[in-house]
Every structure is written in structure tokens, then in C-alpha cells.
């Protein structure tokens, strides 16, 4: 996510921290490279120019705060500027209402509608304890209907049953009967696909509209399409109004402007993000966090937030009370790999973190794998209480017993025990750096730079 944007502005904002004093030739050549780095990100030009011309114009007019340098006062400008450029504060989705809800799911064909129909459904369902109803109005695309009622099945939500031949306008009328007398606390209605030119299916969905009356108006977008997904979102927010955006596939999108640009361009909160092909792996889209995560500085609340949802609380303890005391075993691995999953990945994981950009090079090296961790499991659990204890008991027959147990090979226990010692480490080493220590440097000091 943003990867390419991340990796161009980190570089020119850290061309400024060595520096005492600031000319103005100074700002004008970082917003330069600020211009350029946003330009290929694929940003609108417009967003550009109004972005680049009023942090200037901050940037001279700003009064250096006696503890920081004028540096770190352009990189606070930088992003406070990214934050408001992405929406500010964080927009809540609209519950607020006599149930049933109603919430309608718009896009083009192939945007990942549908798919994020279900991934909302689910953290309603979870997040809120909300009664939801899922209904397709797609009579268009071969098995679209049976898509969405597989996907109600696999989030354990309510589906209003399909009806061969019935219109979307008297499917629509369905939903919201069933929603009110079957008691449902959301009713989402999942659009067909349409182009924004079609105005046939651009007056069919005006009509769904006026009909379902819904309290949201969501627009599905996928971000891949870059500036197309900007034009795209304009366009629907001015034939239909839409109140929100959700972002398809924001993992894949290493340049970033469509992000950046929508939120300006149509004056909507993007409010969720779709990052990765599990029905969990949808974010609330947090601006500021998003701005701290493009400038290399982490997005901390975020990663304690999926923590907390997926990770038991006395085990945390547990696990917290090993690593002030620097010792980790086997055991202690296993419990990480269990939770990196729940967590969405090792590299999901990691780009939350502070000072990730910097040794991005040399995780790259470590070739991680993601799919390695079923393996690596398997191998825990093939070694005895004692061994996954006492980890150093490990010698060449042990390890060729667990590697016929586990299914693997002798070179992947090896590389598990390399991996185990390298926690080991880190983990004396943060014992020795402190909480406070850790804070204030991210990984810097847990690799070789």
C-alpha cells in the first residue's frame, strides 16, 4: 500500500532532517520533489497543485516551535496536509436510524462490490452485533446472485432468496419487507455494476434509490484503476450522491493517488478499504493513520486494534511478561505464528511499524514468505514438550525425526531455528532497549543497517 509514494517522500523529507535552517530555495526544491513524487503516484493535478502551493505557503509562514527544528516543522506540515488531503477525521458509517437500515452498494462491474457487500456484512456482524440482510439486485451477470448468497453463508448473515425473473426494483421492495417484519438491523443491497455512461442502468439505480430510500450510498471503487477511479467516483456522486467510498484492493496499489485524490475530488469520506482477498481483510479508513503510514512513521493504534480483536488477552500477558524477561522459546514461536495469521500476515503485520521503509530492502532479502507459516507449524508441533522448551536441544537426529513427522525437510528446521534465534535476540535486545527506547526508534536498532 502506497509503497512507491512512501518510498519517494520519505527520501526527500529526510534530505531536510540534517539540516539546521531552512532557506526558501530549500522548501522550494523538496516541494518540488513533493510535486513530482505525487504526480507519479497518480494524484490529480489539480489536488496536486492545491496541495503543494498551500503547504508552501504554511512551510514559510510557520513559527518553529522551540524543541523541534525547521525540518521537523515542514515534515509535521507534510503530513497534517496528507491527513486533510484524505479526509481529516475518520467518517463513521451511518447507523443512525429506525431499523431496518438501509445501505446501498454501487460501482462499476468488477470493482469488488459484491465481495465487499459480504466483508461489510461481516464486521457489522462482528464489530456492532448487527442482524444484517444481504439481497442482490444484480439480475445482469451470470451468477451474481449466487455469489452473494455463498457469501452470506460463509459470514453467517441473512439472504433474501432469489427469484427467477424478478426485476431489481421488486427485489428491492422484497428486501425491505423482509428487513422489517424479519426483525434486521442493516438491510445491504448489492447493486449491479454499471458503467457511469450507461444512463439506462444509471436511471434504473436512481430509481432503486428513490425506492429504498438508504441512509448510505456507498461507492465501490477499485483503487488499481488510479485516476479512472477518481473520474468514476465524480461522476456517480453527481448522477446518484453518493455518502461514502470504499477502496478495492488498497493492498495492491503501491502509487496511491486514487486514494489521495477521491476524497478532494468528490468531497466524500472514503470510509472502509478492502486489503487483501479475505473477507477480514477490510480496514476503516482512518486519515491520519494513512498519512503516518505513507511517511514511514507507522500506524500503531491500527496494529493494537487487530491485536485486540484477534488476540487472546491473558495470552498477551503471558506473551508480555516472556519478552520484558528477553527469554522466547519454541512454544512462545508458535503462539506469534498463530496470531500472525489471525493478524493477516507476517508483512501485513510489519508495515504498521515505524521505520519499516528503511529496512524494507532487508526483509526483502529474508525472503518471507507468508505461506511458509503452515510449515513452520507443523514443524513446532512435531517436536516433543522438552525440545520446543529447550530449543538448543535440537542436534542433526532430532531434527531429522521432526522433519519426517512434519512432513518438511532438515534445511526448513534449519531456517526455523534461524528465525528462532533471531527473536531471541530481538528480544534481549528490546529488554535491554525498554519500552520507551523502542518507541522512540522503531526497529532501527533490531537490524544491521
Wanted: aromatic fraction near 4%.
Amino acid at each position: 500500500m502506497f509503497d512507491s509514494l512512501s518510498t519517494k517522500l520519505t527520501g526527500v523529507l529526510g534530505k531536510l532532517r540534517g539540516r539546521g535552517v531552512l532557506s526558501e530555495a530549500d522548501i522550494d526544491s523538496a516541494l518540488r520533489e513533493v510535486r513530482i513524487a505525487l504526480l507519479e503516484a497518480d494524484v490529480a493535478l489539480p489536488v496536486v497543485k492545491n496541495f503543494t502551493a498551500s503547504l508552501k505557503e504554511k512551510a514559510l509562514g510557520a513559527k518553529v516551535v522551540k524543541s523541534i527544528s525547521p525540518a521537523q516543522m515542514v515534515i509535521k506540515l507534510v503530513q497534517d496536509h496528507l491527513t486533510e488531503l484524505l479526509g481529516s477525521e475518520y467518517s463513521e458509517l451511518n447507523l443512525n436510524a429506525v431499523p431496518p437500515v438501509v445501505i446501498l452498494m454501487v460501482g462499476l462491474q468488477g470493482s469488488g462490490k459484491t465481495t465487499s457487500t459480504g466483508k461489510l456484512a461481516l464486521r457489522l456482524k462482528n464489530r456492532f452485533n448487527k442482524k444484517i440482510l444481504l439481497a442482490s439486485l444484480d439480475v445482469y451477470r451470470p451468477a451474481a446472485q449466487k455469489q452473494l448468497e455463498i457469501l452470506a453463508g460463509q459470514v453467517q448473515v441473512g439472504w433474501l432468496p432469489i427469484v427467477e425473473g424478478e426485476k431489481p426494483l421488486d427485489i428491492t421492495k422484497r428486501a425491505l419487507t423482509t428487513g422489517r417484519l424479519e426483525g434486521y438491523d442493516v438491510v445491504l443491497l448489492d447493486t449491479a455494476g454499471r458503467l457511469h455512461i450507461d444512463d439506462e442502468l444509471m436511471r434504473e439505480l436512481e430509481n432503486i434509490k428513490k425506492l429504498a430510500n438508504p441512509l448510505e450510498t456507498l461507492l465501490v471503487a477499485d483503487s488499481l484503476t488510479g485516476q479512472d477511479a477518481v473520474n468514476i467516483a465524480q461522476s456517480f456522486h453527481e448522477k446518484i450522491g453518493v455518502t461514502g467510498i470504499i477502496l478495492t484492493r488498497l493492498d495492491g496499489d503501491g502509487r496511491g493517488g486514487a486514494a489521495l485524490s477521491m476524497r478532494s475530488v468528490t468531497g466524500q469520506p472514503i470510509k472502509f478499504a478492502g486489503v487483501g482477498e479475505k473477507l477480514s481483510d477490510f480496514e476503516e479508513f482512518h486519515p491520519a493513520r494513512i498519512a503516518s503510514r505513507i511517511l514511514d512513521m507507522g500506524d500503531v493504534v491500527s496494529l493494537v486494534e487487530k491485536a485486540v480483536e484477534n488476540i487472546d488477552k491473558a495470552e498477551a500477558e503471558k506473551m508480555a511478561a516472556k519478552f520484558e524477561q528477553g527469554s522466547f522459546d519454541f512454544d512462545d514461536l508458535l503462539s506469534q505464528l498463530r496470531n500472525m495469521k489471525k493478524m493477516g500476515g507476517l508483512g501485513n503485520m510489519m508495515n504498521m511499524l515505524p521505520g519499516i521503509g528503511k529496512i524494507k530492502e532487508k526483509m526483502a532479502d529474508a525472503n518471507i514468505d507468508e505461506n511458509v507459516l503452515a510449515r513452520q507449524e507443523a514443524i513446532i508441533l512435531s517436536m516433543t514438550k522438552k525440545e520446543r522448551k529447550h530449543p538448543k536441544l535440537l542436534n542433526g537426529s532430532r531434527k531429522q525425526r521432526i522433519a519426517k513427522g512434519s512432513g518438511t525437510t532438515v534445511q526448513e528446521i534449519n531456517k526455523l531455528f534461524k528465525s528462532w534465534q533471531q527473536m531471541e535476540a530481538m528480544m534481549k535486545q528490546m529488554k535491554k532497549l525498554g519500552k520507551k527506547g523502542f518507541m522512540r526508534d522503531g526497529l532501527k536498532n533490531f537490524l544491521p543497517m
